[in-house]
């Protein structure tokens, strides 16, 4: 009988145990997923992830970050030898006023020359430029070497998102920070390199 007592008893503890367990859990679950980021909070600032891998060489295309457009553009040899000659005529051609990481302030203002990242909001009024990349663009006049234009108000940059002289825009496009993290991935947001 008492056999069957002690048994009874540890089939009582048991189960008590396993259901408080499983009642601890449930309650201790709320306070640990709160240490998890909202998705709102992930759109304000979480890491984005660009698959480059069928970016043709002068195609560009956008993936949203921060809710703004960044802009990932795979210049061509032309594009990028048409930076040198539109020096002259930028407002800050070496990129001392713009908002951007270290790594680009070179002329390409990008880790790999090829690839250029860009925050695609006008630095004058937060209007999103339109895309003019074809050289001798008819819109833009015989002379354009190709890159973007802001149709609210006008203002003009190249092929690496500097401003035009007397253009509204006071300063060149944001650079946000990124890395590659293969010659495929770009990972917007996040800087190895010093941002």
Not at 127 to 143: F, I, R, V, Y
Request: aromatic share 8%; with cysteine; glycine share 8%.
């Amino acid at each position: 009988m008492t056999s069957d007592v002690n048994q009874s008893r540890r089939r009582l503890i048991a189960g008590s145990a396993v259901l408080g367990g499983a009642a601890g859990a449930a309650v201790t679950w709320p306070f640990v997923a709160s240490f998890e980021p909202s998705e709102r909070a992930r759109a304000a600032g979480a890491p984005v992830e660009a698959d480059i891998a069928a970016l043709e060489p002068g195609q560009l295309m956008t993936v949203e970050w921060r809710g703004k457009p960044v802009w990932i553009l795979r210049r061509t040899k032309e594009m990028l030898a048409a930076l040198e000659k539109d020096k002259v005529l930028l407002a800050d051609p070496e990129s001392r006023q713009s908002e951007q990481p270290p790594f680009a302030r070179n002329e390409a203002r990008a880790q790999k020359p090829e690839y250029l990242v860009l925050v695609g909001i006008c630095t004058h009024l937060g209007c999103s430029p339109t895309s003019k990349l074809q050289a001798g663009d008819p819109s833009m006049g015989a002379n354009w070497s190709g890159g973007f234009f802001c149709p609210c108000h006008g203002s003009r940059f190249d092929l690496a998102g500097r401003v035009f002289a007397n253009m509204p825009a006071p300063t060149n496009l944001p650079v946000p920070p990124y890395k590659f993290v293969s010659d495929t991935k770009i990972v917007i947001g996040e800087d190895t390199k010093g941002a």
